[in-house]
């Protein structure tokens, strides 16, 4: 008797837990039709039939890429807070060992380009801690989430991010197609950044170049390294670095300096900065040359630190825009030049 009852149960208790998995994992109503559609849309671009069903087909809503890119706060930390972790003793150390380690090579890409190598070593490091790091989200599984659920208040804003994502998915297949990567190794960030220098799909056939001739675009490849610096320098030569000049610095400014006068958006000469009352941090003057222009930075306020960044501080930013970003890559570069 107590079998007979027991038995129905445990099956019961199995259908509920099997209800709770699915529940889960569910993709939402509308991705199927969703994924078909897209599918078209890629077949119409030039992507393979057979190859865009064997990407999207397996292809689940991923509802955790949707809460990363919700949860984007612009400032979440301050400058302060931020630059200790993205510089600390560790990541200098290991930037100038990167250095050490590869060093001929790096300096030959870095010379054609016209561009230092430190800061080659200094954007590998804060993109993906010398390659220690690339992310482990399937790329297509996250972009495809994002272009079917990325939120935002604004519809208009939301339909950019979308078709965004949408887009990027496109240079994705392409890039299976092209075979310049295969399906198990396209491994990234939550928001599709991927390799060891972080490109999006589409940036990959802006960027990245085949550095050693050898026929492939290698961005994965730890043991082959000249491909990564190779683009790297032709990705900061494209956003426009100035070759000989530095980055910007920290400089310190006078009482009352108005904040009128701080932002990326006003560049002036430095002759003009320096007789606004501009110093270096020690109180000695700046340079007083009248060709570099630069920008006042106070990331967090004028009680914190204050940068001058000048254009490649501006370059950085077409990097990413951010000039968060922007300062701890000329921080740490400055680090890493010298040992
Ligand atoms: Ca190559
Ligand atoms: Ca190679």
Redesign the pocket.
């Known amino acids: 008797m107590i079998f007979y009852f027991k038995k129905p149960l445990y099956i019961f208790v199995f259908i509920i837990f099997l209800g709770i998995l699915n529940t889960a994992h569910a993709d939402p109503e509308g991705w199927g039709a969703w994924k078909a559609q897209l599918k078209s849309e890629l077949v119409g671009k030039g992507i393979n039939a057979q190859l865009a069903d064997e990407v999207l087909n397996p292809l689940r809503f991923d509802p955790d890429v949707i809460k990363s890119d919700s949860r984007q706060a612009p400032q979440k930390y301050s400058f302060v807070e931020y630059q200790k972790k993205a510089v600390n003793p560790n990541r200098v150390k290991n930037g100038q060992n990167f250095y050490r380690r590869h060093r001929q090579e790096l300096e030959h890409y870095a010379g054609k380009a016209g561009v230092p190598a430190s800061v080659i070593v200094a954007l590998l490091g804060i993109e993906t801690d010398y390659g220690g790091f690339t992310g482990k989200n399937d790329v297509i599984q996250a972009l495809a989430s994002l272009a079917y659920g990325a939120q935002r208040s604004d519809p208009a804003a939301q339909k950019k991010r979308r078709d965004y994502f949408r887009t990027q998915i496109y240079y994705s297949l392409k890039l299976l197609q092209d075979k310049h990567i295969e399906r198990d190794d396209f491994k990234g960030s939550w928001a599709g950044a991927f390799g060891i220098n972080q490109h999006m799909p589409e940036s990959f056939y802006t960027y990245v170049v085949d550095g050693?001739g050898?026929g492939?675009k290698?961005i994965l490849?730890m043991n082959?390294l000249?491909?990564v610096f190779a683009t790297t320098a032709n990705h900061l030569h494209k956003v426009g670095w100035k070759e000989g000049q530095r980055w910007g610095r920290e400089v310190a400014l006078p009482a009352n300096f108005p904040k009128t006068l701080v932002g990326n958006s006003i560049k002036k000469p430095l002759s003009f900065w320096r007789s606004a009352g501009v110093t270096l941090p020690g109180g000695a003057p700046l340079p007083a040359s009248a060709d570099i222009q630069g920008s006042i930075i106070a990331p967090d306020g004028l009680q914190g630190p204050v940068y001058i960044g000048y254009d490649n501080f501006h370059a950085f930013r077409r990097w990413n825009k951010s000039d968060y970003f922007a300062l701890v890559v000329g921080t740490l570069s400055d680090k890493i030049a010298q040992p």
Request: hydrophobic share 0%; glycine share 0%; aromatic share 0%.
């Open positions: 050693d050898d492939d290698e490849n082959d000249s491909d």
